[in-house]
C-alpha cells in the first residue's frame, strides 16, 4: 500500500490527496458534532435533572457501555483489516472487514433497542428541547455509523468478488478505517459526556 | 500508508484494544462510585473527561495512525479538535456562570 504514494501524492505536501481531503472532512465532522454536543449541553441545563423526564433519568449505563464497549472493539477488528492488508494477508483482512461490518450493526441495534426504551417510557423528539437534541446527536451518530457499515460492506463484496483487494482498493480501506475510527472517537466523547456526566 | 515503517504489530493493536476496554471500566466504574458513595460529581468529571482525553489520543495516535503520519496530517486534524474544543469551553462556560 505504500507503494501507492507514488500515484496519488501531491507535491508540496508528500500526502495522498485522498488521504489528505479525508482528514480535512474528519476534521470539519468535529464542528458538526461539536455544534450537535453543545446544543445538548445547553438544553439539559434547563431541566432539573431530578425531572422525570430529563433523559439522565432514562439512560440504561450498562447497557450503553456494553453498546461502547462493542463500538470500541470495531476500532480494534478495522485496524487488524488495514494491517492484514498491508501484511498480504487477503483472507484476514476481509475476515476482519466482515466482524466490523457485524460490530457495527450490533452496535445499531443497540441504539435502535435503546431509542425505542426511550420513546416506550414516554420521551420523544417533541417531547423537550433536551430530548430533540439528545435524538438528533446521537441519531446523526448513528447515521454516520450506518454509512460506515455500508462502505465496510462494500469493500467486502468487492474482495469476495474479485478475490481480493487492489493496492487502490488498499487506500480505500484506509481511509474507510479513518471514518471508523472518527466514529469511534465520537462516541467516546458521547458516551462520557452526555451519558456519564449527569 | 502511513510515514514511519515502525507501525504497530498485531500484538500492540490488541494490547492497546485492552487498555482501551479498561479505561471504559474505570470510567463507568466511577460513574456508580459517584452514585454509591460520597464522591462527589465535581472530583469525578475531570476524571472522567481525563479519561475520554486518553481513550480519544490512543485511537487517534495508534489505530488512526497520526502518530506515524506526517505533521500536516496532525495539524489538519488538530484544527477542527480545538475548534471544538473552544466551541464546548463556551458552551459550559455560559452554563456555569448562567
Same mark, same amino acid.
Given at each position: 500500500? @505504500?507503494?501507492? $504514494?507514488?500515484?496519488?501524492?501531491?507535491? @508540496?505536501?508528500?500526502?495522498?490527496?485522498?488521504?489528505?481531503?479525508?482528514? %480535512? &472532512?474528519?476534521?470539519?465532522?468535529?464542528? &458538526?458534532?461539536? $455544534?450537535?454536543?453543545?446544543?445538548?449541553?445547553?438544553?439539559?441545563?434547563?431541566?432539573?435533572?431530578?425531572? *422525570?423526564?430529563?433523559?439522565?433519568?432514562?439512560?440504561?449505563?450498562?447497557?450503553?457501555?456494553?453498546? @461502547?464497549?462493542?463500538?470500541?472493539?470495531?476500532?480494534?477488528?478495522? +485496524?487488524?483489516?488495514?494491517? *492484514?492488508?498491508?501484511?498480504?494477508?487477503?483472507? $484476514?483482512?476481509?475476515?476482519?472487514?466482515?466482524?466490523?461490518?457485524?460490530?457495527?450493526?450490533? &452496535?445499531? *441495534?443497540?441504539?435502535?433497542?435503546? %431509542?425505542?426504551?426511550?420513546? #416506550?417510557?414516554?420521551?420523544?423528539?417533541?417531547?423537550?428541547?433536551?430530548?430533540?437534541?439528545?435524538? +438528533?446527536?446521537?441519531?446523526?451518530?448513528?447515521?454516520?455509523?450506518?454509512?460506515?457499515?455500508?462502505?465496510?460492506?462494500?469493500?467486502?463484496?468487492?474482495?469476495?468478488?474479485?478475490?481480493?483487494?487492489?493496492?487502490?482498493?488498499?487506500?480505500?480501506?484506509?481511509?474507510?478505517?479513518?471514518?471508523?475510527? &472518527?466514529?469511534? #472517537?465520537?462516541?467516546?466523547?458521547?458516551?462520557?459526556? #452526555?451519558?456519564?456526566?449527569? | 500508508?502511513?510515514?514511519?515503517?515502525?507501525?504497530?504489530?498485531?500484538?500492540?493493536?490488541?494490547?492497546?484494544?485492552?487498555?482501551?476496554?479498561?479505561?471504559?471500566? !474505570?470510567?463507568?466504574?466511577? =460513574? /456508580? !462510585?459517584?452514585?454509591?458513595?460520597?464522591?462527589?460529581?465535581?472530583?469525578?468529571?475531570?476524571?472522567?473527561?481525563?479519561?475520554?482525553?486518553?481513550? =480519544?489520543? !490512543?485511537?487517534?495516535?495508534? =489505530?488512526?495512525?497520526?502518530? /506515524?503520519?506526517?505533521?500536516?496530517?496532525?495539524?489538519? =486534524?488538530?484544527?477542527?479538535?480545538?475548534?471544538?474544543?473552544?466551541? /464546548?469551553?463556551?458552551?459550559?462556560?455560559?452554563?456555569?456562570?448562567?
Amino acid at each position: 500500500m @505504500s507503494d501507492l $504514494a507514488h500515484h496519488d501524492v501531491h507535491e @508540496s505536501t508528500g500526502v495522498e490527496n485522498r488521504k489528505l481531503g479525508m482528514w %480535512f &472532512f474528519l476534521s470539519s465532522e468535529f464542528l &458538526f458534532f461539536g $455544534a450537535l454536543i453543545s446544543n445538548y449541553l445547553l438544553f439539559k441545563g434547563q431541566v432539573p435533572t431530578t425531572d *422525570a423526564l430529563h433523559p439522565v433519568q432514562f439512560y440504561d449505563i450498562p447497557f450503553t457501555s456494553i453498546s @461502547s464497549f462493542v463500538l470500541l472493539m470495531s476500532s480494534l477488528t478495522m +485496524v487488524l483489516a488495514h494491517h *492484514a492488508l498491508h501484511e498480504g494477508d487477503q483472507r $484476514a483482512a476481509r475476515t476482519w472487514l466482515f466482524t466490523t461490518a457485524g460490530l457495527g450493526l450490533t &452496535f445499531l *441495534a443497540g441504539q435502535f433497542f435503546e %431509542f425505542s426504551e426511550f420513546v #416506550i417510557k414516554g420521551a420523544g423528539l417533541d417531547v423537550l428541547p433536551v430530548w430533540s437534541s439528545f435524538f +438528533v446527536l446521537t441519531g446523526f451518530h448513528g447515521a454516520h455509523v450506518f454509512l460506515g457499515v455500508v462502505m465496510l460492506l462494500t469493500l467486502f463484496a468487492t474482495s469476495v468478488r474479485n478475490g481480493e483487494l487492489s493496492e487502490a482498493q488498499g487506500l480505500n480501506v484506509e481511509l474507510v478505517g479513518l471514518y471508523w475510527h &472518527f466514529v469511534d #472517537i465520537i462516541w467516546i466523547v458521547i458516551f462520557t459526556i #452526555i451519558y456519564l456526566i449527569p | 500508508m502511513a510515514e514511519n515503517a515502525t507501525m504497530p504489530t498485531t500484538k500492540m493493536y490488541v494490547r492497546i484494544a485492552l487498555l482501551l476496554a479498561v479505561l471504559t471500566g !474505570i470510567e463507568v466504574a466511577l =460513574f /456508580y !462510585i459517584v452514585e454509591l458513595t460520597a464522591m462527589t460529581q465535581g472530583l469525578a468529571n475531570p476524571l472522567l473527561i481525563g479519561l475520554a482525553v486518553a481513550k =480519544f489520543l !490512543i485511537v487517534v495516535g495508534y =489505530f488512526m495512525h497520526l502518530k /506515524y503520519e506526517k505533521p500536516l496530517l496532525s495539524r489538519t =486534524f488538530a484544527i477542527g479538535a480545538v475548534l471544538a474544543g473552544g466551541l /464546548y469551553t463556551v458552551v459550559i462556560a455560559d452554563i456555569l456562570l448562567g
